[in-house]
């Protein structure tokens, strides 16, 4: 019986991008169909993520040799788990506002036509804090998408505590990837735009790799850990 239980996993950077680009080049006309599919479900509100982690499973398809077709992009299977991360996202969003509601009115009554400096004074640091606080979490929940997608949990709180679990020691990597990544993605803009089609299904692809060799990672089949123990 195959069993999951979260640890840290050994994040190999080179591994995902050699990967990625040679599984693009596998089915290189498919994948950019399977992303304009992925852009236009991501117009549907509160599909964004969901478009996401379906590209993921047409990915391990492909990957694995199974029947796909760039039309499994436009499956809901997986829309609840993902609507309630987006409500909790946008909750977090509209709270961190929240201060600057009271804030800025007392600012404009106190400063006039001109800036206040004790607004700036408090506007800066406090955009710096939420960036350096959105830019945590969102690594600390990396793999959440693909325990999603690939592993069909859906319970929030448990996602959480295993993404928490399996990012732990590699923060620092996850961040030089998702720059790496996102660099080589956006490669596509310096080709009137058109080149987007091209090079950002490679940032999908590549993702699906460090999602999938996480799950691996802390996937054990129960029954064979038993035979070993017996030997």
């Known amino acids: 019986m195959i069993q999951i239980k979260a640890k840290p996993v ?23 169909l399977a992303y304009i599919f992925c852009a236009v479900m991501s117009i549907i509100p509160f599909c964004g993520l969901l478009a996401a982690g379906n590209f993921y499973k047409y990915c391990r398809k492909i990957d694995k040799g199974e029947p796909a077709g760039p039309g499994d992009i436009f499956n809901f299977d997986d829309f609840m788990p993902y609507f309630i991360l987006q409500l909790i996202i946008v909750g977090a969003v509209f709270a961190i ?7 800025i009115p007392i600012a404009a009554i106190a400063g006039g036509d001109s800036p206040s400096p004790a607004f700036m004074m408090f506007l800066i ?54 720059i790496v990544v996102s660099f080589l993605s956006q490669l596509g803009v310096f080709f009137c735009g058109i080149g987007l ?24 089949d129960e029954i064979k850990e038993i035979g070993l123990k017996n030997e």
Do not use: C, R
């Not at 990625?20 to 498919?30: A, H, S």
């Not at 506002?97 to 804030?103: A, E, N, R, T, V």
């Not at 089609?197 to 790799?209: A, E, K, Q, V």
């Open 197 to 220: 089609l091209i090079t950002m299904p490679y940032f999908y692809i590549t993702h699906y790799f460090a999602f999938e060799d996480a799950m691996q990672q802390i996937e054990y």
């Open 10 to 32: 050994q994040f190999k950077f080179n591994e995902y991008l050699s990967k990625g680009f040679e599984l693009l080049k596998k089915d290189f006309g498919n994948f950019i």
């Open 125 to 178: 640091p406090y955009i710096f804090l939420i960036v350096i606080a959105f830019t945590v979490v969102a690594l600390i929940g990396f793999y959440i998408p693909g325990l999603i997608s690939l592993k069909k949990i859906t319970d929030i709180k448990t996602l959480w505590n295993m993404s928490k679990v399996m990012t732990k020691n590699n923060l620092l990597s996850i961040f030089l990837f998702a």
């Open 97 to 103: 506002y929240i201060p600057m509601m009271f804030f």
